[in-house]
């Protein structure tokens, strides 16, 4: 007599994971990280603004007073044509290279390069401001700032590109 018949082995039906909420989990996620990484280092630097404002008495309004441009560092207003009285528009450092930017009492925009070390005078050059930022003419090179980067060129040729970090208080 044969064996009475078995069916075969038939594991249980699992149908797919029910969703939890209605696609939630992407889209909080996503606003998540859009806090983290761009409205919070907003707000941190407009908190941090608004303290160094406070602190330095540029505050305007009642009791304030109206907050005034810095000097361009003397040895360099004494190196720009009547830069007597010049005020510092934008100072930068390279890893080897200063870049001041002053403005005389008359309007003249000037941009002055320098090695950071001073081993060689700087030059001072007449500039004008960009939709970008500013740039310097020495020919054959100008010099451009654009953002946080300068690039440098002869002729209209890119010699070179370097990363800008800004220097609050240039000597």
């Not at 005034?68 to 390279?94: H, M, N, Q, W, Y």
């Not at 002055?112 to 081993?119: A, I, K, L, P, V």
């Amino acid at each position: 007599m044969p064996p009475p018949y078995t069916p075969p082995y038939r594991p249980p039906f699992y149908g797919p994971p029910k969703r939890s909420g209605k696609g939630k989990g992407c889209a909080l996620g996503c606003l998540g990280l859009f806090v983290v990484m761009f409205l919070l280092p907003m707000l941190s630097r407009g908190i941090h603004d608004l303290l160094a404002s406070e602190s330095d008495g540029s505050r305007s309004g009642s009791g304030g007073t109206t907050p005034r441009a810095a000097s361009c560092p003397d040895r360099i207003a004494r190196a720009i044509p009547a830069g007597d009285g010049a005020e510092l528009v934008k100072a930068f450092r390279t890893e080897n290279k200063q870049i001041t930017l002053c403005r005389t009492s008359g309007g003249g925009l000037y941009y002055y390069g320098e090695f950071s070390d001073q081993r060689e005078p700087g030059i001072a050059m007449p500039a004008q401001e960009t939709t970008g930022g500013f740039e310097a003419r020495n020919d054959p090179y100008s010099y451009r700032i654009d953002g946080d980067t300068v690039t440098v060129y002869q002729d209209g040729k890119r010699i070179g590109r370097e990363s800008l970090i800004p220097e609050p208080s240039p000597s």
